[in-house]
């Protein structure tokens, strides 16, 4: 199986890396990277005619189009891990890097990686497994109907360990016809290998990044577990043992339950989508030792933890240019624009999801800034009322705080978070804006670092 044809395109490892490697190549983001600019005027336009149709037609429409993705069961045994990490190093201009970063996924890691010209190779993956007649609300139904496949995957790939998600919370119009098998290397694959002999410059560094989030997770065999629930505003305890919230949503949904029965967890795992196996790690390190490069470590608890500090970084760095300060992009998953933001000299914050927690961290950051003039917010619309999300309304409250202009940036605020036309239309908004700056000369990594270190919760040092 082509791994073009295995691995999910509406996933935040896919996006990150179309975004990072287009901007390497000096190009923009237009359609979340999918299609040609040129497409995106009728894209929007026929996306946005879904905004008019009910609310269960627009989730049924969403959910297929994430189905049509997705690999059926009885191929999952024709998944190569070699050929997943060809796919993922193929989208990088063939030059040397001052920078490899290599490990978890993560918006504003791209941010940093744009700013000194380097490359990021994810630890992770999304391989959507198609399935039918297993209800979301049903996580023991789902293990049973796709477990042999999983088995088969791991059994298949031994560099490779299988994290099983199933989150019928944020991800219940996805999981209706297919399931989440997030792939892990837990060594470095010979892709990767190979592209750090060939494309790291001389003198240059490998940086290992490590989000040392956990789940609770139940172990179905050897490098094979099964992850119940996900980060989001929802608790690992809420997953397990129900409550309100919980009720509230499944009640929403016309769910026959008010709780979930999901499998006894036995132990805990790197969180599926954003965790680094640490294994990984070890096999930079030995990777790096015998020949003699510069292997460091960069650590953080979450993964929202980079974003006040890349933030702060890019405006120090623009700052250090004689360029205004006072532009602040939000971006949301994998609606992110490191072009876009450098050409327009805006000061990039990522959220991980539009949720209450996530924008009080940006409210959070907000009140220890100097106030910015003008404040854009992306919003990734998953079509799902889930736990804890933050309305249009709340976030235009956060971009009022501007102190010139403040708003939502190519989203239908009646609509979210069912506006599928934004995926074309935020990209749209972001090259109007008039001020244009010069991508400038790339940021020193050693200067980078220093920024970093020393910031609450993050830790950049040698790998030892």
Same mark, same amino acid.
């Given at each position: 199986?082509?791994?073009?044809?295995?691995?999910?395109?509406?996933?935040?490892?896919?996006?990150?890396?179309?975004?990072?490697?287009?901007?390497?190549?000096?190009?923009?983001?237009?359609?979340?990277?999918?299609? &040609?600019?040129?497409?995106?005027?009728?894209?929007?336009?026929?996306?946005?005619?879904?905004?008019?149709?009910?609310?269960?037609?627009?989730?049924?429409?969403?959910?297929?189009?994430?189905?049509?993705?997705?690999?059926?069961?009885?191929?999952?045994?024709?998944?190569?891990?070699?050929?997943?990490?060809?796919?993922?190093?193929?989208? #990088?201009?063939?030059?040397?890097?001052?920078?490899?970063?290599?490990?978890?996924?993560?918006?504003?890691?791209?941010?940093?990686?744009?700013?000194?010209?380097?490359?990021?190779?994810?630890?992770?993956?999304?391989?959507?497994?198609?399935?039918?007649?297993?209800?979301?609300?049903?996580?023991?139904?789902?293990?049973?109907?796709?477990?042999?496949?999983?088995?088969?995957? !791991?059994?298949?790939?031994?560099?490779?360990?299988?994290?099983?998600?199933?989150?019928?919370?944020?991800?219940?119009?996805?999981?209706?016809?297919?399931? #989440?098998?997030?792939?892990?290397?837990?060594?470095?694959?010979?892709?990767?290998?190979?592209?750090?002999?060939?494309?790291?410059? &001389?003198?240059?560094?490998? !940086?290992?990044?490590?989000?040392?989030?956990?789940? &609770?997770?139940?172990?179905?065999?050897?490098?094979?577990?099964?992850?119940?629930?996900?980060?989001?505003?929802?608790?690992?305890?809420?997953?397990?043992?129900?409550?309100?919230?919980?009720?509230?949503?499944?009640?929403?949904?016309?769910?026959?339950?008010?709780?979930?029965?999901?499998?006894?967890?036995?132990?805990?795992?790197?969180?599926?989508?954003?965790?680094?196996?640490?294994?990984?790690?070890?096999?930079?390190?030995?990777?790096?030792?015998?020949?003699?490069?510069?292997?460091?470590?960069?650590?953080?608890?979450?993964?929202?933890?980079?974003?006040?500090?890349?933030?702060?970084?890019?405006?120090?760095?623009?700052?250090?240019?004689?360029?205004?300060?006072?532009?602040?992009? !939000?971006?949301?998953?994998?609606?992110?624009?490191?072009?876009?933001?450098?050409?327009?000299?805006?000061?990039? #914050?990522?959220?991980?999801?539009?949720?209450?927690?996530?924008?009080?961290?940006?409210?959070?950051?907000?009140?220890?800034?100097?106030?910015?003039?003008?404040?854009?917010?992306?919003?990734?619309?998953?079509?799902?009322?889930?736990?804890?999300?933050?309305?249009?309304?709340?976030?235009?409250?956060?971009?009022?705080?501007?102190?010139?202009?403040?708003?939502?940036?190519?989203?239908?605020?009646?609509?979210?978070?069912?506006?599928?036309?934004?995926?074309?239309?935020?990209?749209?908004?972001?090259?109007?804006?008039?001020?244009?700056?010069?991508? &400038?000369?790339?940021?020193?990594?050693?200067?980078?670092?220093?920024?970093?270190?020393?910031?609450?919760?993050?830790?950049?040092?040698?790998?030892?």
């Amino acid at each position: 199986m082509k791994a073009s044809k295995a691995i999910a395109s509406f996933d935040s490892a896919t996006g990150m890396l179309r975004a990072l490697s287009r901007f390497l190549a000096g190009r923009d983001v237009p359609a979340l990277g999918k299609l &040609p600019a040129a497409f995106e005027s009728p894209l929007s336009g026929l996306l946005g005619g879904l905004n008019r149709l009910p609310v269960a037609v627009r989730e049924r429409a969403y959910a297929v189009s994430g189905w049509a993705e997705a690999i059926p069961q009885h191929r999952v045994g024709e998944v190569r891990s070699d050929a997943l990490a060809e796919w993922v190093t193929g989208h #990088y201009p063939r030059r040397r890097y001052p920078v490899i970063f290599i490990g978890s996924a993560n918006g504003a890691l791209v941010h940093l990686a744009a700013a000194l010209d380097a490359a990021w190779l994810p630890q992770t993956l999304l391989l959507p497994v198609r399935r039918r007649g297993v209800a979301p609300d049903d996580p023991r139904g789902d293990l049973a109907a796709v477990g042999e496949a999983g088995r088969t995957l !791991v059994a298949s790939n031994p560099d490779l360990v299988l994290h099983h998600m199933h989150d019928p919370n944020q991800d219940r119009l996805m999981i209706a016809g297919m399931t #989440y098998f997030r792939i892990k290397w837990h060594r470095l694959p010979a892709a990767y290998r190979r592209f750090i002999r060939d494309h790291l410059a &001389p003198g240059g560094m490998l !940086v290992g990044v490590d989000c040392t989030l956990r789940w &609770p997770t139940t172990r179905i065999d050897d490098r094979y577990v099964f992850q119940f629930g996900a980060l989001g505003d929802a608790t690992p305890e809420e997953y397990r043992l129900g409550g309100p919230r919980v009720a509230g949503l499944l009640a929403r949904y016309g769910s026959p339950v008010r709780r979930w029965d999901p499998p006894a967890a036995d132990g805990d795992s790197p969180e599926a989508e954003w965790g680094t196996d640490p294994t990984l790690l070890d096999d930079i390190r030995a990777f790096a030792g015998p020949r003699g490069l510069d292997a460091q470590l960069l650590r953080f608890d979450t993964p929202q933890r980079l974003s006040p500090a890349v933030a702060d970084l890019y405006r120090t760095w623009y700052a250090d240019r004689g360029l205004p300060t006072g532009r602040l992009l !939000v971006e949301s998953f994998l609606l992110l624009e490191p072009w876009w933001a450098l050409r327009t000299g805006s000061v990039p #914050y990522w959220t991980v999801f539009g949720t209450q927690a996530f924008r009080a961290h940006l409210e959070a950051y907000l009140d220890a800034s100097a106030p910015y003039d003008e404040i854009r917010i992306l919003l990734f619309n998953h079509g799902t009322d889930s736990i804890g999300l933050a309305g249009a309304q709340d976030w235009r409250c956060t971009a009022a705080r501007a102190r010139k202009i403040g708003l939502l940036t190519g989203v239908d605020a009646a609509a979210y978070p069912r506006d599928f036309a934004s995926f074309v239309r935020s990209h749209r908004a972001l090259s109007k804006i008039r001020t244009r700056c010069p991508l &400038p000369p790339s940021l020193d990594i050693t200067s980078a670092a220093a920024a970093l270190t020393g910031r609450e919760e993050i830790v950049w040092r040698p790998m030892r």
